[in-house]
């Protein structure tokens, strides 16, 4: 029954407590729209009402109401009349103690049980009343359903009020104002001497300090009241000032440490009479000098020796007291400086040329560098900036050899890749599968991006230094080749699908498919073995570099230790040991490196095993531990020894592999070794003949020439003007012609059409009419294969079904080509019927002469044909030449035919000329192969260097010898002024051009 009134009497405080955390908190909510501060106070006042008004209720009521058994007792007989004196009496009887009891014992103990009886069949809620808990349960739900309504109307004020509250509370209240006690303070700043500042005075001021660490500050100011005496409090310490008059106050301290200060006034007692508020105290930190070191770029590779110019800058806030160049070489123990210029101020900007020439260090080696600059803090230091770290990498050969062969690898294995595809493909099927077919077209995509990744690497490589050229030469031609048979297989891809969409037949396009896919296979195959066999090769050579490193160090070790020997201190002793170590790291990075290395070469190029155990048998390193060894037991003649037994090692190890080298490739090329030790004799002995015929030939047509100079000038100055038109129109038409428009064989003719054009041009202008016929006639070969080529691109279009406007565009673009071609022919034979009939100035014998070197020149065409056919049988087995190499021999074999041709026409003077173009094309060649072997005698032949063409714009290596006029030359030979027209083309300024155009025609005259 107790239980049930303290539980009624929670819920009642619990309900009210509820009630009223929610009306505090509506009110609040509210009231803090107007009053903040006062909404917050209500706020926070909710939840702490709420819990006292449920304690109230729940613990202080329900100990005066329910109490102990005597109340509860009465409230018994008051709820129930009929027990209402037995439980009161039956309470009573309880608590008597049975001594003192009055009556029976036993009479008493059955009353009690009779009122447990009748006592348990009394319900607790009829005697514990349940209404007041109702009521309050009632009313609360009432003022909610009220505050809800409420909150409904207005909860977005609510809201903001809330939001306004919480801001308000995160804004601290202001901290109660101290008014200052003195008037404007009058600061004087004595700055450090290293600053380089001058001494200021501040008038006016509220005090505040900001000066650099070190600062000598003077202070004065009036107080606002008569004092006694007066301090500065700064930071915590106090500091006394100078009063005179009761009311001056002066004072002088030295910035150390930011924080504040303030000013405190005394009269006769200790304790202040006031304090002034804080003022700050700002204490400028001294910053390290920042430095940039704005030339060479982070990371530099530059030659051994070489000169390099550093462009640095330093500045600092107040002054540098120095600049330094740090470096550190591989393997050093410290850092080196070497000082730099700098300027007196807070700024300097020079430039250092570091000369690399007496640092020690070799190929690949890494040196890091940075500029540091020192401040001139003479309060709490100097500091030190730097700037960034840049590094100098040593050119090394040995790497970018390596770094070569890696990429020529990596498309290597792209080829081997692509050749799984190829085969695998369903290209060659008998029944094809359109859909197939089509998705086929992806390995198109990514062999011909094979052959653009190939070419770039060609050119790239072409540009650099120390990369075998043989390398290059062999990358551009298997692009060439292998480019042309892919892009063949996908043209005719596109042609077997098209036939097949438009007709529903392929047409017999399914097996010439076929057939370009099995060539294009085929010539795979090949390209990917010799280019495998080339990568070996260059790997031997690569170890072969390797050795010859470790037999320089090893020598070099010899010499410290000659040095020990003659004068023995303990200095040289040092040298030699480090020496021994570096050697013994380096000898173990290059044995590792070409254990590598020999790995990747094929048995059949080289015995990996022998060379193994050749090197195993050596073991160089424990030989330098038995030289390091002696060494320290003072042994100097036996570690010479030792040294020398381990060079006879090395260099029969070197011995091994060049004797690899020099038959590299000869059991895998047996029959092609020879073929082209064969081919290169035959080249020889074709450029001898070719040049004492040419020769010969040089010597008719000055006989020529000597009667016929005169006329020829008189009857060309009458049409040079009317031909320089000409060749304009046709130049200014060539130089709007894209070769992308035509094929991709169009970018050579359309240079050599540029090229004779302006030839012609420059002749005319300088009244050389041999020459300009000469190249005229040059000039409309390449104009009628540009035309030839644009129709066959109009043709193609038509063929095809392209779009109306790209078969428009072809046409016209052929037409205009047509036209072109025309116009250079009808310039050319203006240019040939100056002359007179070719032989009409020879006289018989010099006429049966000519005949005879005709003959000559027949069978040196029928050589440069043979030499051809070789070409294309070798190239079935390795890709030596290439397309371009190709064209220049077949370029010489026409040379040479029109070169008979004129002679047997009785014209020396154009039969020379074309000699000429065939000799030069030959001496080319030649000297491509032979670059390309490097003087090796036999194993695996390599491909020439990269064309000649790309030396300069007019196909003549600048190294090569102009032939000048004997003094009894009437006219300087052709090849001598046409060097000097080349050079016309160039330009000059527009001040010198009548100058320079003037030395020209002097020269060929």
């Not at 929670?10 to 407590?17: D, H, I, K, N, S």
């Not at 320089?724 to 240079?751: C, F, G, I, T």
Request: a negative charge.
């Amino acid at each position: 029954m107790r239980q049930r009134q303290r539980r009624y009497l929670w819920l009642q405080g619990t309900a009210l407590g509820f009630l009223a955390a929610c009306v505090l908190w509506v009110g609040g909510g509210l009231l803090g729209l107007w009053a903040p501060r006062l909404g917050g106070s209500l706020l926070g006042l909710a939840l702490p009402v709420g819990v006292a008004l449920a304690c109230v209720f729940g613990l202080w009521l329900a100990r005066r109401r329910v109490g102990d058994d005597t109340l509860t007792a009465r409230l018994v007989g008051e709820r129930r009349p009929e027990l209402s004196l037995d439980v009161l009496a039956a309470v009573e009887l309880m608590r008597e103690d049975g001594a003192h009891a009055n009556g029976s014992p036993e009479l008493a103990q059955a009353f009690l049980q009779q009122m447990d009886t009748r006592v348990r069949t009394v319900d607790a809620r009829s005697v514990v009343d349940s209404r007041p808990a109702q009521r309050t349960a009632l009313a609360a739900c009432g003022v909610l359903l009220l505050l809800a309504l409420v909150m409904g109307l207005f909860g977005e004020k609510w809201a903001a009020g809330v939001k306004r509250v919480l801001d308000t509370a995160k804004t601290p209240e202001a901290k109660a104002q101290v008014e200052p006690i003195t008037g404007d303070i009058e600061l004087t700043y004595r700055y450090p001497a290293y600053t380089g500042l001058s001494q200021r005075t501040v008038p006016g001021t509220d005090g505040a300090v900001s000066a650099p660490a070190g600062t000598e500050i003077q202070i004065k100011t009036r107080s606002d009241r008569p004092v006694e005496r007066a301090e500065l409090v700064i930071n915590g310490e106090a500091l006394p000032l100078q009063v005179t008059g009761n009311r001056d106050l002066t004072g002088t301290f030295v910035a150390k440490q930011g924080g504040h200060y303030r000013f405190a006034f005394y009269g006769t007692r200790e304790k202040p009479i006031a304090v002034g508020p804080d003022i700050p105290l700002t204490v400028e930190a001294d910053k390290a000098p920042q430095v940039s070191l704005l030339t060479p770029a982070a990371e530099l590779e530059v030659d051994p020796g070489q000169k390099v110019t550093l462009k640095y800058e330093a500045t600092d806030d107040y002054g540098l007291s120095g600049l330094s160049l740090v470096f550190r070489t591989p393997g050093a123990q410290q850092d080196t400086r070497v000082p730099l210029r700098r300027e007196d101020g807070r700024r300097s900007r020079d430039t250092y040329t570091w000369d690399l020439g007496s640092l020690k260090v070799d190929a690949g080696d890494r040196i890091t560098y940075f500029v540091e600059a020192q401040d001139n803090d003479a309060v709490e230091g100097p500091k030190k900036g730097v700037s960034r770290t840049h590094v100098l990498r040593i050119y090394s050969a040995a790497e970018h050899h390596r770094a070569a062969l890696e990429k020529a690898e990596q498309l290597w294995g792209r080829m081997v890749d692509h050749l799984a595809d190829r085969l695998e493909g369903p290209d060659r099927a008998k029944q094809k599968d359109a859909q197939a077919i089509a998705a086929a077209g992806a390995v198109d995509t990514s062999g011909q991006q094979l052959i653009t990744d190939m070419r770039t690497l060609a050119q790239t490589l072409s540009r650099e230094r120390d990369v075998p050229t043989e390398l290059v030469s062999a990358l551009a031609n298997i692009s060439e080749s292998l480019g042309s048979h892919i892009n063949g297989t996908a043209d005719f891809r596109r042609l077997f699908l098209r036939t097949q969409r438009s007709r529903g037949e392929d047409w017999g396009t399914g097996n010439r498919l076929t057939a370009v896919v099995t060539e294009e296979i085929t010539e795979l195959e090949k390209d990917i073995l010799y280019l495998e066999a080339l990568l070996d090769r260059q790997k031997l050579e690569a170890l072969q570099e390797m050795a010859r490193q470790l037999a320089g160090e090893r020598r070099e070790l010899s010499r410290l230790i000659e040095d020990f020997k003659a004068n023995p201190d303990e200095a040289a002793r040092q040298a030699v040991m480090e020496q021994i170590q570096q050697l013994k790291a380096r000898i173990q990075e290059l044995m590792q490196r070409m254990a590598e290395m020999r790995k990747g070469i094929r048995d059949e190029h080289l015995n990996a095993e022998a060379l193994s155990e050749m090197m195993k048998e050596q073991d160089l390193q424990s030989a330098l531990d038995d030289v390091e060894k002696l060494m320290r037991e003072g042994k100097t003649d036996e570690a010479l020894a030792k040294l020398q037994e381990l060079g006879m090692q090395m260099d029969e190890m070197l011995k091994g592999l060049d004797d690899a080298n020099e038959e590299f490739g000869g059991e895998q090329y047996p029959e092609l070794a020879e073929k082209f030790g064969k081919f290169m004799e035959e080249l020889k002995g074709t450029v001898d003949e070719q040049q004492r015929v040419a020769e010969q030939t040089r010597q008719l047509r000055d006989q020529a020439r000597a009667q016929n100079k005169e006329k020829l000038s008189q009857r060309g100055e009458a049409i040079k003007d009317e031909l320089l038109r000409k060749v304009q129109q046709a130049q200014q038409s060539y130089d709007k012609l894209n070769p992308e428009h035509l094929n991709s064989r169009a970018a050579r003719p359309l240079e050599e059409a540029q090229s004779e054009l302006s030839n012609v041009e420059n002749a005319l202008k300088v009244n050389d009419f041999d020459l300009a016929a000469e190249a005229a006639a040059r000039a409309e070969d390449a104009a009628r294969q540009l035309a030839g080529m644009g129709e066959q691109q109009k043709q193609l279009d038509e063929m095809f079904g392209n779009p109306p406007e790209v078969r428009q565009q072809s046409s016209e673009l052929a037409q205009r080509l047509d036209r072109d071609a025309r116009n250079v022919q009808d310039v050319n034979r203006q240019l040939q019927n100056l002359f007179p009939p070719p032989g009409s100035q020879l006289s018989q014998q010099e006429k049966q002469q000519l005949q005879q070197l005709a003959q000559q020149q027949q069978q040196l065409e029928q050589r440069a044909q043979g030499l051809r056919q070789q070409m294309e049988e070798m190239e079935q087995t390795a890709p030596l030449f290439g397309e371009e190499a190709a064209q220049q021999m077949e370029g010489v074999g026409q040379r040479m035919g029109e070169a008979a041709q004129r002679m047997q026409g009785k014209d020396p003077g154009r039969g020379y000329g074309e000699q000429q173009a065939a000799l030069e094309g030959l001496k080319q060649f030649q000297q491509q192969m032979q670059q390309g072997q490097k003087g090796r005698k036999g194993g695996l032949p390599l491909p020439g260097g990269m064309s000649g063409r790309k030396q300069g714009q007019s196909g003549r290596d600048p190294k090569d010898q102009v032939e000048l006029p004997d003094e009894d030359a009437f006219q300087a030979p052709k090849e001598f002024r046409k060097d000097l027209l080349d050079a016309m083309k160039q330009g000059a300024p527009e001040k010198y051009r009548e100058q320079v155009k003037r030395y020209y025609e002097e020269l060929v005259k």
